[in-house]
C-alpha cells in the first residue's frame, strides 16, 4: 500500500477547506440528491461526497456505506486529489498503491474507483465525488465527464451554501445592528426629552431642525413653531440680524466664534423678554452637510447670585477693611505710648490684640483676593521692575513680623541689574507670602536668605530657609486652596492656607512659575521665575541647584 501524498497547497487547502464551515456538518437534501442522482446515472452501488481533512476522509453525503469516514493514509481520494483529472481505477487489487490496502482486503472490497476532485475558488481541491464498486469495471468517457459535472456540481452547491451562511450572518449582524440602533435611538431620545438643557438644532442655513422639552420651556415655543424656521427667531437684537451672516462666514472661512468655545449670550422668549444664557455649540457633518447643535442653559439665577455675591464682597470690603485698620491703627499708637505710658502687662495684652487683628486683616485680604480671581477681577498694572528695589522693598516690609519671631532676612547682593516686566504691589504681595511663610517655619535665631539671578533666560528669585521642610504628603497639594501642612485644630502656625494659592496665580499671570525644593542641610528653597525684560551679559547659575 502507498500512503497518498500531502499536495504541495496542504496548509492553505486545509485553511479553504475549514473556511466552507461544512466538516462535521449533519447531512443536506441538496448534497444527498446529487450522490443519489450519481449513483443512478452511472450505475455505482456506492457513491460519496469525500472530504480529505488532515488526518481523516469525512463524507458529507453517501450511498450505499454506513462509515462516516475512514483514516486519510487508507484513502482513495488522497490520491485523486493531487490532480485535476479524475482518478480511475478499474482493479484495486491489482494496482500497486492499493492492492493491500485494508479497504480492498476487507470490508468494503473495494474494487473499482472512479474520484473526480472537488475543485474549489483558488484551485484548491478539497476532496472528490467518487463512485465505488466491488467488482472490476471501465468507465465510458461520457461517464468520466459525468462524473466531473458533477463534481462540479458539489463545488457550486458547496459555494452556495459557503454564501448563504455568509448572507445569513450579515443578516444576523444586520439585524443586531438595527436593534441597537434602535436601543440607541430610544437612549438617545429618552435624554434629548429629559435633559435639563436646552438642546436645538439647525442645518447650515439656520433653520431649526430640532427642539426638544427644556428648550420649549427655555423659550415659551412649541416645537411646531420653531421647526422649519430660522434659529434667529430665538435672539434679540442686534445678534439676530447678525446670525446668518456669522453662520455664513463660518462656511466660508472656518473661522469660529462660538462652535467649539462656547459663550454667554443673550436669548429671547416669544413673550418679548431677554435672558442670560450659556451657549455651547457643536458640529457634526452628515454626508456632504452639516448640523449645528446647541446646548443652552438659562443663568438668570446665577448671574442674579453673582451680583450678591459682588454686592456682598463690596460690603464686607469696606465694612471689614475700615474698622480693621482703625483698630490697627489705634493699637499701633497705644504701643508707642502716643495715649501715655502704659504697664508691661497691658502692653503685652495690646501686642496679642494688635497681632490678632494683624491676622484678621490678613484673612480678609486672602479671602478677598480669592475671589477676585475665581471672578476675573483681580487687576494688574505692569510696568519695568528692578528685581533689587523689589526685594528691599519686601524684607522692609516683612522685617517686623520676622523681628518677632527671632528671625532675620539676608539679601544676597544682585552681580547685575535684573528686569522684569510686573505689577509692583502684586508681585510685592507673592514676596510677603514668601518670606511670611519662611520666618514663620524657621527656627528662632536663624536668617532667612533671599537671592536673584539669571536661570534659563527667566530671573529666579528664590528664598530659602532652615525650617523642617515640605512634608512629602503635603507637596501635592501645597498650592491648593486652604492647604495647611498641618490642618489640625491645635496647629502651633497660623494662617489662612490660601497664600500660595493666591501667589500661584499672581505669577502665573505674569507668564512665570513658582515651586520649591528641599534644601540640602534642611530647610526648603522656594523659587519664583519670571520672564527677563532683557538678558544679563553672564548667566548665572540656577540658585538653587
Not at 3 to 12: K, N, R, S, T
Not at 47 to 76: C, M, N, Y
Not at 175 to 192: G, H, K, T, Y
Not at 285 to 290: E, N, P, Q, V, W
Request: net charge negative; with cysteine; hydrophobic share 40%.
Amino acid at each position: 500500500m502507498i500512503v497518498p501524498p500531502l499536495p504541495a497547497d496542504e496548509e492553505a487547502r486545509l485553511t479553504a477547506l475549514g473556511d466552507y464551515g461544512v466538516l462535521d456538518t449533519p447531512s443536506e437534501p441538496s448534497f444527498d440528491r446529487i450522490t443519489r442522482l450519481a449513483s443512478e446515472i452511472l450505475g455505482f452501488p456506492i457513491v460519496l461526497i469525500s472530504l480529505v481533512d488532515r488526518h481523516r476522509q469525512w463524507f458529507k453525503s453517501k450511498v450505499g456505506l454506513d462509515a462516516d469516514e475512514t483514516p486519510r493514509d487508507l484513502s482513495f481520494c488522497g490520491h485523486a486529489i493531487l490532480s485535476d483529472q479524475v482518478l480511475v481505477v478499474e482493479d484495486a487489487s491489482k494496482d500497486a498503491r492499493f492492492h493491500d490496502n485494508p479497504l480492498v482486503a476487507g470490508d468494503p472490497a473495494i474494487r473499482f474507483y472512479a474520484g473526480a476532485p472537488l475543485r474549489a475558488r483558488g484551485g484548491y481541491r478539497l476532496g472528490t465525488l467518487c463512485a465505488i464498486d466491488r467488482q472490476p469495471r471501465r468507465l465510458l468517457p461520457e461517464q468520466v465527464r459525468q462524473l466531473s459535472d458533477l463534481a462540479q456540481i458539489v463545488v457550486d452547491t458547496l459555494d452556495l451554501r459557503l454564501a448563504l451562511d455568509r448572507s445569513r450572518q450579515e443578516l444576523e449582524t444586520v439585524d443586531r445592528a438595527r436593534a441597537a440602533l434602535v436601543d440607541s435611538e430610544a437612549r438617545l431620545r429618552a435624554i434629548f426629552d429629559t435633559v435639563v438643557d436646552g438642546i436645538i438644532t439647525i442645518d447650515e442655513r439656520g433653520i431649526v431642525r430640532s427642539f426638544n422639552p427644556a428648550a420649549v420651556g427655555l423659550f415659551g415655543y412649541d416645537p411646531s413653531e420653531v421647526l422649519g424656521h430660522n434659529v434667529s427667531m430665538l435672539m434679540p437684537r442686534p445678534y439676530r440680524a447678525e446670525h446668518d451672516g456669522y453662520l455664513s462666514g463660518y462656511l466660508r472661512s472656518g473661522e469660529a466664534k462660538v462652535i467649539g468655545v462656547g459663550r454667554e449670550v443673550s436669548g429671547l422668549r416669544k413673550n418679548g423678554t431677554v435672558f442670560p444664557m450659556d451657549l455651547a455649540v457643536s458640529e457634526v457633518r452628515l454626508g456632504k452637510g452639516r448640523l449645528f447643535t446647541g446646548i443652552v442653559r438659562d443663568i438668570t439665577e446665577r448671574k442674579r447670585t453673582e451680583r450678591l455675591k459682588a454686592e456682598f464682597i463690596a460690603t464686607v470690603s469696606h465694612e471689614l477693611r475700615t474698622p480693621l485698620t482703625s483698630i490697627k491703627g489705634t493699637l499701633k499708637l497705644i504701643i508707642r505710648g502716643v495715649g501715655g505710658e502704659v504697664s508691661a502687662k497691658t502692653a503685652s495684652l495690646v501686642d496679642i490684640a494688635y497681632r490678632n487683628v494683624d491676622r484678621l486683616a490678613m484673612l480678609v485680604n486672602d479671602i478677598l483676593d480669592i475671589e477676585k480671581i475665581e471672578s476675573g477681577r483681580m487687576e494688574f498694572h505692569f510696568a519695568e521692575i528692578d528685581i533689587g528695589s523689589l526685594l528691599d522693598h519686601a524684607a522692609e516690609a516683612n522685617k517686623d513680623y520676622a523681628r518677632q519671631l527671632a528671625v532675620g532676612f539676608a539679601i544676597k547682593p544682585l552681580c547685575e541689574p535684573l528686569l522684569v516686566s510686573g505689577d509692583f504691589d502684586r508681585l510685592m504681595q507673592v514676596l510677603a507670602n514668601l518670606l511670611s511663610n519662611a520666618a514663620k517655619f524657621s527656627p528662632a535665631g536663624s536668617t532667612v536668605e533671599v537671592s536673584a539671578g539669571c536661570c534659563n533666560g527667566d530671573v529666579r528669585i528664590t528664598v530659602a530657609d532652615r525650617g523642617p521642610g515640605v512634608p512629602e504628603e503635603f507637596r501635592s497639594r501645597i498650592f491648593g486652596k486652604f492647604a495647611q501642612a498641618d490642618a489640625t485644630d491645635n496647629r502651633q502656625k497660623g494662617g489662612t492656607g490660601l497664600g500660595l494659592s493666591i501667589a500661584r496665580t499672581i505669577v502665573e499671570r505674569h507668564g512665570g512659575t513658582i515651586g520649591f525644593e528641599d534644601r540640602p542641610g534642611g530647610g526648603a528653597f522656594f523659587h519664583v521665575d519670571l520672564p527677563a525684560v532683557s538678558s544679563t551679559p553672564e548667566e548665572l547659575p540656577c540658585l538653587t541647584r
